[in-house]
Nanobody
Framework: QVQLVESGGGLVQAGGSLTLSCAASGRTFSTYGMGWFRQAPGKEREFVAGINWSGGRTYYADSVKGRFTISRDNAKNTVYLQMNSLKPEDTAVYYC??????????????WGQGTQVTVSS
């Protein structure tokens, strides 16, 4: 069983940066791949980034590649999403998830409650 709590969302101007954190409970965090997803108003939830259990492999949606960086600290049971050069279209509720590290929601069994990111133009 894994419980996930996101933090770090907020309001930022276009071109700015934010770092999201996702703290996980449970002793088995290091065995899970982790992913970040987002859902904008009126849109379906979409994959943003994934990282394997060790942190040695990462995977990004084309829309964020080169701007966002996913990382993890297994000693702290935490996964991060560093977001740079933010755009208004990045505005969404961001969710972290535990399971695999692929782009499909079906690969993840545990989800956080989400944190709002709003990028003003």
């Amino acid at each position: 069983q894994v419980q996930l709590v996101e933090s770090g969302g907020g309001l930022v101007q276009a071109g700015g940066s934010l770092t999201l954190s996702c703290a996980a409970s449970g002793r088995t965090f290091s065995t899970y791949g982790m992913g970040w997803f987002r859902q904008a108003p009126g849109k379906e939830r979409e994959f943003v980034a994934g990282i394997n259990w060790s942190g040695g492999r990462t995977y990004y949606a084309d829309s964020v590649k080169g701007r966002f960086t996913i990382s993890r600290d297994n000693a702290k049971n935490t996964v991060y999403l560093q977001m740079n050069s933010l755009k208004p279209e990045d505005t969404a509720v961001y969710y972290c998830a535990a399971g695999s590290w692929g782009r499909s929601e079906n690969e993840y069994g545990y989800w956080g409650q989400g944190t709002q990111v709003t990028v003003s133009s």
